[in-house]
Nanobody, 123 residues
């Protein structure tokens, strides 16, 4: 089992920044991929970013590329999503997920999910 706890969401004005954190714990955090997904009201959950814990290889969705960055601190078993130049369309509940190292953009590849943290961007 892997437990994931997100934090860092909130209300921010357009153009602002937020940093989300996802702390992982459990038996198998050593070799996993961790990703961020988001779900806006009335929309399906979509991929945002992913990182492989050991190699640090990242994958960023085109919709946020150049604005969002994913990083990790293995010593803290924590993954971060730095969100800059936020837009109202970034408003969503952001979920952290963990899965096998090969996990990528498909949410079905991920086995564990956090409870989500809400991000609201005002215009």
């Amino acid at each position: 089992q892997v437990q994931l706890v997100e934090s860092g969401g909130g209300l921010v004005q357009a153009g602002g920044s937020l940093r989300l954190s996802c702390a992982a714990s459990g038996r198998t955090v050593s070799n996993i991929a961790m990703g961020w997904f988001r779900q806006a009201p009335t929309k399906e959950r979509e991929f945002v970013a992913a990182i492989r814990r050991i190699s640090g290889i990242t994958n960023i969705a085109d919709s946020v590329k150049g604005r969002f960055t994913i990083s990790r601190d293995n010593a803290k078993n924590t993954v971060y999503l730095q969100m800059n130049s936020l837009k109202p369309e970034d408003t969503a509940v952001y979920y952290c997920a963990a899965g096998p190292p090969s996990s990528g953009t498909d949410q079905r590849q991920y086995d564990y999910w956090g409870q989500g943290t809400a991000v609201t961007v005002s215009s």
